[in-house]
């Protein structure tokens, strides 16, 4: 046994380095920019640098669009992908293949789904098109995660709730729901962990780092100040970011947990 | 025997391999230190390609120090990367109109050239505007002015007589007048690109009057301003390119055909060696100061520094400063027209358009631009008809607020 462990501690050797090399490293730098005056002086600063940023108007715009875009997008996100998995599950024969077309939004460049998302809303500066751009381009991989947990329900569970009397809405709010609920949280933690890395879409669709203020998200304020070189601003932001989507994933993986059990 | 041969052979093997194997290292070694001796400037579209521009081979090759000018892969994160503190390249050039130059003084992302003697001698050479430029708040000499940029109106002053135009004091509107009522198939040629003109437009109402808070007054000379560039400007009016002339400008004008041009708006193109060389050797042109905006609002000529900037970073910065040091001193000691058009004192009386062009440089003021993002693509969606101009106008203070307070 304990030369097995040996075995496993040793192969996991190459992936915990990668982490180390190419995470956890750059991480610790991001930190020290963000408590130092600048790359050249390297004068520590303490939490200068957080409540600087923390007291821009700029940052808190973009904090308060960052987490309407969790409260708003990702819900919608979750649920069509839940209804179109189930609708998904139901198919037979060729039907099957429709599976399929949910993935294409993932393979197609952004930059060509804006093209046409630009046409189809007429350029409208409402927030409406990127909100449906952020659905459109994840919810492949949502149906991919929800279909591959509904394929894993036992034919007999169902048959039993039936002779129970459990049918249609019922059924699946007293069996499928609790049954995928780990499934479910981990879709809704990749939702808002993406809802957070919308920028791509945002700055295309618009066409410019300085979009309407309702679609000015964290991400902008990042990467305004990257081209800035003001990196103390962007190592700060990108520090709380990553706290924020934290407690959100612990809260997320403690629920999980308590569902599981 | 046998033996005796068989280690022979071996011993012959091991020396020839060792002597292939010393000479690989001796050929790395060099290039090593080939590698160390040289110094690295990167020079893409980001930066402007002004360094092979202003760096003529006579500059370059006349320090001991060599430099390699090296075309990044990815320009914006070669700029990145320099200013996080990368230590790949060992200076830099740029323009002082340039977003770059106001983000490195701001981050402090130069070494100062305070203890570099020759870097303080020729900026005492240089007009006192240029001097201050290149010095930071905190007193650091921050860069090395190489090259100056200025836009002007070139002339001739006869063929301007003989129509009755006076350009001196004249506003963009009085100009655009002037020029419409001139005869269309006359003998000259009246070269009035608006393309230039209405960069020019924007870049002296920015250096002027700037975005942030304009009065009724300014919002109104900005809208009659846009309106003409709108019902003008070459990119949207391929037929009016040439206001008075059919024809499109040949490549090459003929000295002949250059004879005929009454005047024309003209950019000089690093110190004026390249385009405006051949009016100074034909003759009879004078230069002025570009219109002004408004009437009694005199604005001196926007000018455009290229400098040069050295990596705090750099790897090879006892070598960079050897090299600024000699090259300060070159500067210093420099009689071409370069250098002249921006050190004080200087005698061109024996050519007058050189005189009018180092007039217009020497009671000119350094001006910085906002990134093209911020207000230059607010401009063009107006002049392509997609934006109304409140809109314009809310979009740049909004894009201008954001710019500075995010």
Redesign the interface.
């Not at chain 1, 821009?56 to 940052?59: K, R």
């Not at chain 1, 066409?207 to 300085?210: A, K, R, V």
């Given at each position: 046994m304990k030369r097995y462990l040996l075995k496993c501690r040793l192969l996991l050797i190459p992936s915990l380095a990668g982490l180390a090399l190419f995470y956890v490293l750059p991480y610790v730098r991001v930190i020290y920019y963000s408590l130092i005056e600048?790359?050249?002086?390297r004068r520590f600063v303490g939490l200068q640098n957080y409540v600087k940023v923390f007291q821009?108007?700029?940052?808190r715009l973009a904090l308060k669009n960052s987490l309407l875009l969790i409260a708003t997008a990702v819900p919608v996100l979750v649920v069509t992908a839940f209804l179109l998995s189930l609708l998904l599950l139901k198919m037979k024969g060729y039907w099957k293949l429709l599976r399929i077309a949910f993935i294409f939004p993932m393979l197609v460049p952004t930059a060509s789904v804006v093209v046409v998302w630009r046409t189809l809303f007429d350029g409208s500066e409402s927030v409406w098109p990127v909100y449906l751009l952020f659905i459109y381009k994840n919810i492949g991989l949502l149906i991919i995660l929800l279909s591959a947990a509904f394929s894993t329900l036992e034919g007999e569970v169902y048959e039993a709730a039936r002779l129970d009397g459990a049918y249609g809405f019922a059924l699946h709010r007293k069996i499928t729901l609790p049954l995928i609920s780990p499934t479910l949280l981990f879709t809704i933690l990749i939702g808002v962990v993406y809802s957070f890395k919308v920028f791509r879409e945002s700055y295309l669709y618009f066409?410019?780092?300085?979009p309407p203020?309702h679609s000015?998200t964290l991400q902008y304020?990042m990467n305004?100040?990257?081209f800035?070189?003001?990196?103390q601003n962007l190592a700060s932001a990108a520090v709380m970011t990553s706290l924020i989507v934290a407690v959100i994933v612990v809260v997320g993986v403690r629920l999980q947990k308590k569902f599981t059990v | 025997m046998k033996e005796k041969k068989v280690t022979q052979r071996k011993f012959a093997v091991i020396l020839v391999l060792s002597m292939v194997m010393m000479l690989f290292a001796g050929c790395a070694g060099e290039k090593k230190k080939k590698e160390e001796e040289t110094l690295l400037v990167p020079e893409d579209t980001l930066l402007g390609y002004t360094y092979s521009e202003v760096y003529t081979p006579y500059q370059l090759s006349s320090c001991d120090v060599k430099v390699e000018i090296v075309q990044p892969e990815d320009s914006e994160l070669m700029v990145t990367k320099l200013l996080a503190g990368d230590s790949d390249y060992d200076f830099m050039m740029l323009s002082t109109d340039s977003a770059l130059a106001a983000d490195i003084l701001r981050t402090g992302a130069y070494y100062s050239l305070n203890d570099v003697p020759e870097a303080a001698g020729l900026l005492d050479r240089y007009h006192d505007y240029i001097k201050e430029a290149a010095t930071a708040e905190n007193g650091d000499i921050w860069m090395i002015p190489c090259g100056v940029n200025v836009s002007f109106v070139l002339y001739r002053e006869d063929v301007c007589e003989e129509y009755g135009l006076d350009f001196d004091g004249m506003t963009y509107t009085e100009f655009l007048e002037q020029v419409e009522a001139l005869p269309k198939n006359g003998e000259h040629t009246f070269f009035t690109p608006y393309g230039l003109m209405t960069a020019d437009i924007t870049s002296k109402f920015e250096q002027v009057y700037g975005y942030e808070d304009m009065s009724q007054q300014e919002t109104e000379l900005l809208r009659s301003y846009m309106e003409k560039m709108r019902a003008y400007d070459v990119p949207f009016n391929e037929g009016k390119w040439w206001l008075l002339s059919s024809e499109k400008r040949p490549e090459h004008l003929s000295d002949a055909s250059m004879k005929n041009i009454a005047f024309e708006l003209e950019r000089s193109d690093n110190m004026s060696l390249s385009v405006s060389l051949d009016y100074f050797r034909i003759g009879g042109f004078r230069a002025t100061k570009l219109p002004d905006l408004e009437e009694g609002v005199v604005c001196p000529s926007g000018v455009r520094v290229d400098f040069i900037v050295i990596n705090p970073k750099s790897d090879k910065l006892e070598l960079t400063l050897q090299y600024v040091s000699q090259l300060c001193e070159k500067l210093q000691k420099d009689t071409t027209t370069a250098i002249r058009y921006m050190s004080r004192g200087e005698d061109f009386s024996n050519n007058v358009l050189r005189e009018d062009i180092y007039r217009l440089i020497s009671e000119g003021e350094v001006y910085s631009l906002y990134p093209y993002d911020v207000v230059g693509a607010e401009l063009m969606a107006y002049r392509e008809g997609k934006q109304e101009f409140d809109v314009m106008l809310e979009e740049i203070q909004r894009n201008i607020k954001m710019f500075q307070e995010e």
């Open positions: 600048n790359q050249f002086s821009n108007e700029y940052f066409g410019t780092s300085y203020d000015y304020y305004n100040h990257f800035k070189l003001n990196y | -």
